[in-house]
């Protein structure tokens, strides 16, 4: 150091806030090589200045520990990253990057306040709005107890699709899906409903047959032939009928063989279809033939009235009954004798309800 400029270029120079308008302050300045000092009262406050330009948006990042955290992280970031702004943990402070710098916001965070009342939000209505309106969410009532309702827009009318596939019968609107269907129901139409209705099957049910010695259940058909005798009457076959779910008249066609011994029209044996046995309700009826001559006496439906509907309770099985019809061979005029012969013998039943025929 050789000259006194060179002495003052080495001096430390720092301003020193005194206040404003004090009374007694005067300003000096002192010099060394090592240290120096200026006193610099403050002035008074300038004008306004201009705008400045507006902040960058506000991103807030969350929570982060303390300072050295935060210097840490700030080694990353640049003026892209101008709005981010974390709370420091250990200071409660709001830090705010500004592209180049953080600002510090020290009084951002108060203190926690009490606990609020937990509010119930109960789901009121849900009703549909006009074609393209907005969706619309209403909350009324006061905390803690508020009812949110809904109005959603009704969405526009779409493409008629593909004529899809036959559903269920008993989902169509004339369906009586009250009565509760049975296996082998068919749906009839009750004009009294004026629906179709799930009923037993109306139409005939069977064949139930027997030939010669045998029967459609194992059973032992006809009785074996027999010559000369005057039995009367004379049970040749019994055939046993399932119950049925529906009331039913017996339908018999069959015969057999018969021959009387006389030789003249004094003697005559019929042969009977009957309902349980010889004495029961007949069902059906052939003539015999009398002068001696053997011939297939046969059976056919036959109900010994003349006042037969399908209301009358003649020659009616009742559903849920099993039955037996027997074959019968009667003498109905004369007293003599006669052949049977099984050879041929047959009889075939029919269940017709009482609903309907085929």
Not at 246 to 268: E, I, M
Not at 284 to 289: A, I, K, L, M, S
Request: glycine share 14%; proline share 9%; net charge negative.
């Amino acid at each position: 150091m050789t000259t006194i400029g060179e002495y003052f270029e080495q001096t430390q120079i720092r301003g020193i806030n005194e206040g404003i308008g004090e009374p007694g302050i005067a300003q000096s300045f002192n010099g060394t090589p090592k240290d120096g000092s200026l006193e610099l009262p403050t002035g008074s406050p300038g004008p306004t200045g201009p705008q400045g330009p507006a902040a960058h948006r506000f991103r807030w990042e969350g929570d982060i520990s303390d300072p050295v955290a935060l210097a840490s992280l700030a080694e990353s970031l640049g003026p892209a990253q101008a709005g981010k702004a974390w709370r420091v943990e250990s200071t409660n402070t709001l830090m705010y990057w500004n592209g180049s710098a953080f600002d510090v916001f020290a009084e951002a965070f108060g203190g926690h306040g009490p606990t609020g009342e937990v509010n119930t939000l109960t789901m009121g209505t849900v009703t549909t709005g006009a074609v393209g309106a907005d969706l619309e969410i209403t909350i009324t009532g006061t905390p803690p107890s508020q009812t949110l309702d809904i109005t959603v827009p009704r969405g526009v009318q779409g493409a008629q699709g593909p004529i899809g596939s036959p559903g269920p019968l008993r989902e169509a609107t004339d369906y009586d899906d009250t009565t509760p269907p049975v296996d082998g129901a068919v749906p009839l139409w009750n004009s009294t409903t004026s629906k179709w209705t799930p009923t037993p099957y109306p139409g005939w049910r069977g064949p139930w047959t027997a030939f010669e010695g045998a029967s459609w259940d194992g059973g032992a058909g006809f009785i074996a032939s027999a010559s000369g005798t005057s039995t009367s009457p004379n049970t040749l076959c019994t055939i046993n009928v399932p119950a049925q779910d529906v009331d039913w008249r017996p339908l018999v066609f069959g015969g057999a063989l018969v021959r009387t011994t006389a030789t003249d029209n004094s003697n005559r044996v019929d042969i009977e279809a009957r309902i349980t046995n010889a004495a029961g309700q007949i069902v059906g009826y052939g003539p015999g033939t009398p002068f001696g001559l053997e011939s297939f006496t046969r059976v056919q439906p036959q109900y010994n009235t003349a006042s037969m509907t399908p209301a009358s309770s003649v020659g009616v099985v009742s559903a849920g009954v099993p039955a037996v019809i027997a074959i019968v061979l009667r003498r109905n005029l004369g007293s003599g004798s006669y052949n049977y012969i099984r050879t041929g013998a047959h009889a075939t039943v029919w269940a017709v309800p009482v609903t309907g025929a085929p």
